[in-house]
């Protein structure tokens, strides 16, 4: 997939479809949060995709020219005038049609009229962590028991929805007199986002990070940092009023398990999604330690110079205080997987169990949530399934 901005190498592809750039926005705020991270002890690390993953620093990006690339622009943009492809926009897929065990098309809600999309081949879905497997129980894939229970016939009994996981993220932010990203939209920034592809505009607000190990013993970071240089908070939902920083921790390999079910048989209908944060003594232990990491790096001299005074920060670094505080101020970062695993919902070729020309390609096959950012594991899983539907690949390969 990767096109990365230093060309080839063991850890990097290049010259593939999606850009993988250094951001072009650096915030005084980020150069403060990777000099405490230093004075607290941790090594500065120039590409956690490479042979090491420890450390902090700037994050690089899928952007291209100061924008974000996303799977829309890499893929199927440039694809969008092949004659065997269509895209329908606007149009809400409500169940899979089944002919016995096999998949033979989709139902669709095209401007209020149903439709069936018939298939020669197969059916992929690719909805999401959250309507893939709303999409299965509404076509009869499910647990059998909660679909009859709903009056859904069950044609299929999987364990579709259960084994949801996501990155809960734990963060501190605080007030500052640097300027942040509040301010950032002047006519001169649009300027310099327009002619030249730089500036503050092209953030991608977590500008800068690191991935940690917070206990002894791992074989991996448990821990990664998102530095924002602004007043994020609320999951990105609440106003931003003041200039402020914002130092998050996400717990990288979660044992919590949630779920999605149906909570109506009606399509439009949002499933009901319930993630059950911690709700593991091993994930209550991880967020105190990533809490604890995070007061231990905005509290070293680089990063109290800029701090003008406390937004959103726990009472006191107590076991009980801090957690107190990740259970009453966890965000999602947005990362949900898992509800269509590889093993109990599909196989290794992303085949739906017992049902013929079906496959789930998106982030709700991960067996378990990658310990980083979800977006480009996901654009790996649909690489390899263009790979395996085409036959160029097998799945024991
Ligand atoms: C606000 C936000 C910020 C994020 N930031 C980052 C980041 O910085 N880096 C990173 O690595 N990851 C990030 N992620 C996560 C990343 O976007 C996801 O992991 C990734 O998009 C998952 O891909 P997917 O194909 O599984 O699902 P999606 O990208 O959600 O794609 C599912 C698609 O299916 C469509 N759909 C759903 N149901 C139906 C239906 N019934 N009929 C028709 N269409 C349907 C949806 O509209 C959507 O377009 C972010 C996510 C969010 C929400």
């Not at 800029?306 to 999602?332: G, I, K, M, N, V």
């Amino acid at each position: 997939s990767e096109d990365h901005h230093a060309g080839a190498s063991e850890w990097h592809g290049a010259g593939g479809p999606l850009p993988v750039n250094p951001g072009r926005s650096r915030n005084p705020l980020i150069d403060a949060f990777l000099a405490a991270a230093q004075q607290a002890g941790h090594p500065v690390n120039p590409d956690f995709n490479g042979p090491e993953q420890d450390g902090v620093g700037y994050y690089e990006l899928t952007q291209r020219g100061g924008l974000r690339c996303s799977t829309a622009d890499a893929y199927l943009r440039p694809a969008v005038e092949r004659p065997n492809l269509s895209v329908l926009t606007g149009v809400q897929c409500t169940r899979v049609l089944l002919d016995g065990e096999r998949a033979v098309g989709v139902e669709v809600d095209r401007d209020g009229a149903t439709q069936e999309l018939r298939c020669e081949r197969e059916v992929v879905l690719s909805a999401g962590a959250y309507n893939s497997p709303q999409l299965l129980m509404l076509s009869g894939i499910g647990v059998a028991d909660e679909l009859a229970a709903l009056g859904i016939t069950p044609k299929v009994n999987l364990p579709v929805g259960e084994n949801l996981q996501d990155h809960p993220h734990l963060a501190v932010v605080h007030l500052t007199d640097t300027e942040s990203l509040l301010t950032a939209e002047t006519s001169e920034n649009l300027r310099l986002l327009e002619a030249e592809g730089r500036g503050p505009l092209t953030s991608n607000v977590g500008e800068g990070g690191g991935f940690f190990r917070t206990t002894g013993g791992l074989d991996a970071p448990d821990v990664q940092i998102h530095a924002v240089p602004a007043m994020f908070h609320q999951e990105g939902l609440g106003a931003a009023t003041d200039h402020a920083f914002h130092i998050g921790a996400v717990l990288l390999a979660p044992t919590s398990r949630g779920k999605v079910t149906l909570r109506s048989t009606l399509p439009s209908a949002k499933p009901r999604i319930l993630h059950n944060y911690l709700s593991t003594a091993e994930d209550r232990a991880t967020a105190i330690r990533a809490l604890r990491l995070v007061l231990d790096i905005v509290g070293q001299p680089a990063l109290r110079l800029h701090r003008r005074s406390d937004f959103l920060t726990p009472p006191s670094d107590s076991d009980a205080d801090l957690l107190a505080y990740a259970r009453r101020e966890l965000q999602t970062l947005y990362h949900p997987t898992s509800t269509c695993a590889i093993g109990p919902v599909v196989d290794h070729e992303l085949r739906v169990h017992g049902v013929a020309g079906l496959r789930v390609v998106d982030a709700s096959v991960m067996p378990t949530v990658v310990r980083g950012n979800t977006n480009a594991p996901t654009i790996m899983i649909a690489e390899r399934a263009a790979d395996l539907i085409r036959g160029t690949v097998s799945a024991d390969v």
